[in-house]
């Protein structure tokens, strides 16, 4: 889609149209997928600040579905990894190629090598790809060679991972785990979604997603985001709750100190300023409100608790850490 004239590359559109936007990127995803409507709605929020995510859930949730989706809606170059025990760092990004006619070594470049990686079953990997997965995610390059080459622009790593099976799986590093914006926990469907799921299953009808915006579009939002009001009351309450998950006792949950081994880190509040401007902007609005930072919280904070030893025998996850923690420090 061309830009206004008067508008440069990466400049942000009117509001109007960038709200426009935004809907038809999502109605070209509802034409393929069927409800999910947070697993898109925290997509899109990745995609508009530039980070990374890991979904997580059972298998035949339409987890890989709706990435690969997403990206057709985007039109951007999509590429999809699926991650095995055997697999080595060169499948993922690259290695260096002999050519005998010219006699020289040639970079032939992995799958890593696009706008959206779908990283399928991440956890099945072994260290050395992990490893070389996170340089890509945090610098944004890869090393072949003792070059150093770019990724496009945009790039996210979208992973998945499967809650219920462990055999022959590698916990993912904490320093990984870190590096995803957000780790998006996907549900069941609803009864009346299922019945659609069945019905377009049933009638044989293939839809795929076509492209609602252009790369240089996607600029453009990122720019909008970053516009998004987030006053001074609501920096200090993103403030409070990354310090309460380090010091519950300071607002007033002792409870929470035996629970909580590590809290999060300053980047977590980052994150959740960030997502919280993105999941504003995709609602309609140009401000974040306190109700913002609280349905994004849970999908930025779960991740990067690491619980004792005790919540575990008392089965209390993240999500009831972060629960409490939403419920127990106020909005200044």
Do not use: W
């Not at 979604?193 to 453009?220: F, K, N, Q």
């Amino acid at each position: 889609m061309a830009q206004p004239a008067d508008l440069g590359p990466g400049a942000p559109f009117p509001a109007t149209r960038q709200h426009a936007e935004v809907d038809a990127i999502r109605r070209e995803i509802g034409r393929v997928i069927v409800g999910q409507q947070d697993l898109v709605d925290r997509l899109l929020v990745a995609l508009l600040t530039n980070n990374h995510a890991l979904v997580e859930g059972v298998p035949g949730l339409a987890k890989t579905l709706t990435v690969s989706t997403l990206a057709a809606a985007l039109e951007c170059t999509f590429a999809r990894i699926q991650f095995t025990p055997d697999l080595l760092p060169a499948d993922v990004t690259g290695t260096l190629v002999f050519n005998p006619q010219e006699g020289e070594f040639h970079v032939r470049r992995g799958p890593i090598f696009a706008n959206i990686v779908l990283a399928d079953e991440i956890n099945r990997a072994p260290a050395k790809v992990q490893s070389a997965l996170l340089e890509a995610m945090q610098e944004r390059t890869v090393s072949i060679g003792g070059e150093s080459l770019p990724l496009p622009d945009p790039f996210l790593v979208l992973a998945t991972q499967n809650p219920i099976e462990q055999e022959g799986t590698y916990p993912l590093p904490e320093a990984q785990l870190d590096r995803f914006m957000m780790k998006i926990v996907v549900d069941y469907p609803e009864r009346d979604e299922e019945r659609e799921i069945l019905a377009r299953a049933l009638g044989g009808e293939e839809t795929g997603a076509r492209a609602a915006v252009s790369i240089t579009e996607i600029a453009s939002l990122r720019a909008a985001v970053q516009q998004v009001d987030v006053n001074e009351r609501l920096r200090e309450y993103v403030v409070r709750l990354v310090e309460a998950s380090r010091e519950p006792e300071r607002y007033r949950m002792p409870d929470l100190d035996a629970l909580v081994e590590y809290g999060a880190s300053p980047r977590a509040g980052v994150f959740l300023a960030r997502a919280a401007q993105a999941y504003a902007f995709i609602h309609g609005r140009d401000y974040v409100t306190p109700e913002d930072i609280k349905a994004i919280a849970p999908d930025v904070l779960r991740h990067r608790l690491v619980l004792t030893y005790e919540a575990e025998a008392r089965g209390v996850s993240a999500d009831q850490v972060v629960a409490t923690l939403l419920e127990g420090v106020g909005i200044p």
